[in-house]
C-alpha cells in the first residue's frame, strides 16, 4: 500500500474521529424525537406478550447464557416457560420462526445477528405476531435503528417482555441478471437464482459497500467487530466507477456514475454512521442513494466529511465535489451496471450481479420497540 492510500485512510480516521462525537449526539436526539412521536401515534399495548418464543444461534458468542436470561424474565414476570429453536446451516431461522408461530407464541425473538433477524422477520412479514430482537451479531442493523441496547441482554430481554409493538416497512430485493460465471477473478459465483426476493430490514446495496461486506474476514469480525468491514473496504478504495441506469417507480431512466447505490429502509450503521438521514422505518418509501467518488483517496476522505456533515443535517449541493451522495424516494427501484459487482442485503452477500429490483412492503412486519 503506497503512501497516497495511507494517506487517505489517515484523512478518513481523521475526519470519522473529529465528527464522532457531534454525529453520536445528533443521531441520539433524532431517535429520541422519532420515539416520542411514535409513541404519541401509537397506542400502547393493552399486556406484554405471554408466550415467548426465541429462534437462536449458537454459533454467537453472545448467545451463551442467554436461555437462562430469558428463562429467568419470564418466571420474574409469571409467564409462561419460553420455547427455544436452534438455527441450522439448513434452517438459519424461517421454519423456526414459522413454528414458533404454529405453536402458539406471542413474540417471535431473533438471538443472532443481521442473518438471523432477517430470517426470523422474512417468516413473520404479513403475521400479526410480533418480532423481538436480542442483538448480539457485529452489525446489528435492525438494533441500531430501533434504539435497542446492543451490549446488554437483560434490557433487550425486557424490550421483548415489556416494550411495544411498532409496525414497520420491509424491503425486498432480487436480483434480475448476474454476473457472466465464467471470470476468471470470481471463480465461485453462487447458483443463479434470479426468482427469489430476498428480505432486506435497513440497507441492501450493490458495488463498493457489496464488496466490503463480500470481503470481510469472519475472524477479524469476531475479534474487532463492524470495523472489520473498513479493513475489507481498503483494497477497493481504487476500485472502478461504475456505469449505472437507475429506474424509479415509473420515472424515465437516469444515467449515473458510481461506487455504490444503496437502497434503505431506514439509514443507522455500524460506528454511528448515519447513511440515509431521511430514512423512515415507517413512512412507506425506499431511500435511494447513489454514492460516488472522483480523484482517489482524497475522493474517499471528501466523501466521509460529506457522510458525517449529513448526519449532522448538513448538506453540500456544490456540482463539482470529488466525493458526493445523491438521494431520492421510491417504491419501487431497479437499477442496471455495466460488467456487474457485489450486491449485499444488510450485510448477506448474494453475489455479483448486472441487474437488481427493489420493493417496499409498506408497515409488513410488526416488531418489540422501546
Known sequence: MDWQVWLGVAAIV????????????????????????????????E?????????????????????????????????PPPAFYETTVEDPG????????????????????????????????GTDVPMGVIPVGTGNLLARNLDLPLADPERAIAVVCDGRNRTIDVGWMRVEEFARDDDPAYPDEPPHDTETE????????????????AGADPVLKKRVGWMAYFVAGLPH????????????????????RLRSIMIGNCGMLPGGITLLPDAV????????????TRGGVLGWAQLTVEVAMQGL???????????????????????????????QVDGDPLGRAVQISSRVDAAALRVRAP
Open 313 to 343: 443535517g448538513v448538506r453540500s449541493d456544490l456540482p463539482e465535489k470529488l466525493g458526493r451522495i445523491d438521494h431520492a424516494t421510491c417504491r419501487r427501484a431497479r437499477v442496471r451496471v455495466s460488467g456487474g459487482d457485489e450486491v
Open 237 to 256: 478504495l481504487r476500485g472502478r466507477r461504475l456505469k449505472a441506469r437507475i429506474w424509479l417507480d415509473d420515472g424515465p431512466p437516469a444515467d449515473a
Open 47 to 79: 399486556q406484554g406478550p405471554r408466550r415467548i418464543a426465541v429462534v437462536l444461534n449458537p454459533s454467537k458468542r453472545g448467545t451463551t447464557g442467554l436461555r437462562n436470561r430469558v428463562r429467568a424474565a419470564c418466571v420474574e414476570r409469571g409467564l
Open 94 to 125: 424461517q421454519g423456526h420462526a414459522r413454528r414458533a408461530v404454529e405453536d402458539g407464541a406471542d413474540v417471535v425473538v431473533a438471538a443472532g445477528g443481521d442473518g438471523t433477524v432477517r430470517a426470523v422477520a422474512e417468516a413473520l412479514v
Open 198 to 213: 430476498h428480505i432486506f430490514l435497513v440497507i441492501a446495496g450493490l458495488g463498493f459497500d457489496a464488496a466490503m461486506v
Open 14 to 45: 481523521i475526519a470519522v474521529t473529529a465528527l464522532g462525537v457531534a454525529l453520536r449526539i445528533y443521531t441520539r436526539v433524532v431517535v429520541m424525537r422519532r420515539r416520542l412521536g411514535a409513541v404519541t401515534e401509537r397506542a400502547p399495548e
Open 281 to 292: 422505518l415507517d413512512d412507506g418509501v425506499l431511500d435511494v442513494a447513489a454514492v460516488d
